[in-house]
């Protein structure tokens, strides 16, 4: 299919997805970017809290080297600002790691702009990795227009909103609560996917003129934003991948974007995209 980006996190399983992607990529391992990111204390199995000290991340970029069966991590990002470690510390650890060719570029996750710009004076960064979609589009307020002035590549997570935007799920969607965070989430509860139906509508609206589903609309609009952003949507199907890739293939007119944006953005969305701890953790 000629997909070469693959974004995985000691965090998610934990350790158990990078393990998997280590396993599955080792064939094709110089022929493909492997993103891995740091950040977190993790215990029985749980995440236990922020951790970007320098000791730290060294001792995380180690094991996570074994568990993807490589000798170096394409693009490392820290995974969430820590609070209790500058900024200028945690960018100094990935420069040193990136001089003994352990790692090769430095990205951040859901970072704000001013802690892009201190780390960035000490270890230029490559990426930012944050939300973003037509559900959460704060960054275009300040960290994508930072991205754009320093030359930062820009990767949403969640571009199809957590399948929202596919229009596959709906108030009486059951997730399984093992693996899944969207029952914790105040934008997936029964109330609010109702009062967010509309946006569905429009997308599908749209793409029902022109051969394209809610979610391929979804993306595309997301590729038309700026050149230099890269959405990168999870998917468990072989199936929704292929929807997902052939939503690149799709260029709008001036006036269809201009007109889908405009239809767009008088969209009220309905629900907090985080709460609690994990809101605290973000655009920091």
């Not at 490589?70 to 500058?86: A, F, G, K």
């Amino acid at each position: 299919m000629g997909v070469t980006f693959f974004d995985t996190a000691e965090a998610y399983g934990p350790f158990k997805n990078e393990a998997l992607v280590g396993e599955a990529l080792a064939p094709f391992r110089k022929d493909i970017i492997i993103c891995s990111k740091f950040g977190f204390n993790i215990q029985d199995g749980k995440l236990a809290g922020l951790n970007s000290k320098p000791a730290h991340i060294r001792e995380v970029v180690e094991q996570s080297l074994k568990r993807l069966k490589t000798d170096y991590i394409d693009l490392l990002y820290q995974h969430r600002v820590d609070p209790n470690v500058p900024i200028e510390d945690v960018a100094g650890t990935v420069k040193d790691l990136i001089q003994e060719g352990k790692v090769k570029h430095f990205g951040l996750s859901e970072a704000g702009a001013q802690t892009i710009r201190k780390a960035h004076a000490v270890q230029p960064l490559t990426a930012l990795q944050s939300e973003y979609s037509l559900m959460t589009r704060q960054p275009e307020n300040d960290v994508i227009k930072v991205c754009e002035e320093l030359g930062i590549g820009f990767v949403p997570y969640s571009p199809v909103s957590r399948g929202f935007l596919s229009g596959y799920i709906n108030e009486h969607t059951k997730y399984n609560p093992d693996n899944d965070n969207r029952p914790t989430l105040p934008r997936y509860q029964p109330d609010a996917i109702k009062a967010n139906w509309v946006m569905i509508d429009t997308l599908s609206e749209f793409g029902n003129q022109r051969g394209l589903t809610a979610a391929q609309v979804a993306l595309a609009w997301l590729l038309a934003q700026k050149p230099f952003i890269v959405p990168i949507p999870g998917t468990t199907k072989l199936a929704h991948l292929q929807e997902n890739l052939w939503s690149a293939g799709y260029e709008f007119t001036s006036q269809e974007l201009q007109e889908l944006t405009a239809a767009l953005s008088k969209i009220k969305i309905v629900g907090d995209r985080y709460t609690g701890v994990q809101a605290e953790q973000t655009n920091k």
